[in-house]
Nanobody, 121 residues
Framework: QVQLVESGGGLVQAGGSLRLSCAAS????????MVWYRQAPGKQRELVAS???????QYADSVKGRFTISRDNAKNTVYLQMNSLKSEDTANYYC???????????????WGQGTQVTVSS
């Protein structure tokens, strides 16, 4: 069994910073892509940033230059450093990881429970 646990959300003023973490635990052989999503009330879920196992990253246009995704493979953890936060960044942030549990298995998607980020203007 694999579990993802996010942390680091909270309330911050516009222009401030937060760092989110998402740690994977359980039966893990290899983690492929790790991805951050967000969903605000009444809006569709949005892909925020992704990082491959070799460190290639992609960002949504709305966060480029402000957010940085990184990962620590030794800790099975992905991070999202969020700077210059805006009120429109307010959302529930989720992580997803594509994880192979054994050498011969395919990767399955696992999701965290989410962490709330609220930016006050």
């Amino acid at each position: 069994q694999v579990q993802l646990v996010e942390s680091g959300g909270g309330l911050v003023q516009a222009g401030g910073s937060l760092r989110l973490s998402c740690a994977a635990s359980g039966r893990i052989f290899r983690i492929n892509n790790m991805v951050w999503y967000r969903q605000a009330p009444g809006k569709q879920r949005e892909l925020v940033a992704s990082i491959t196992s070799d460190g290639s990253v992609q960002y949504a246009d709305s966060v480029k230059g402000r957010f940085t995704i990184s990962r620590d493979n030794a800790k099975n953890t992905v991070y999202l450093q969020m700077n210059s936060l805006k009120s429109e960044d307010t959302a529930n942030y989720y992580c997803r990881a594509d994880i192979r549990s054994t050498w011969g298995s395919y990767a399955n998607e696992y999701w965290g429970q989410g962490t709330q980020v609220t930016v006050s203007s």
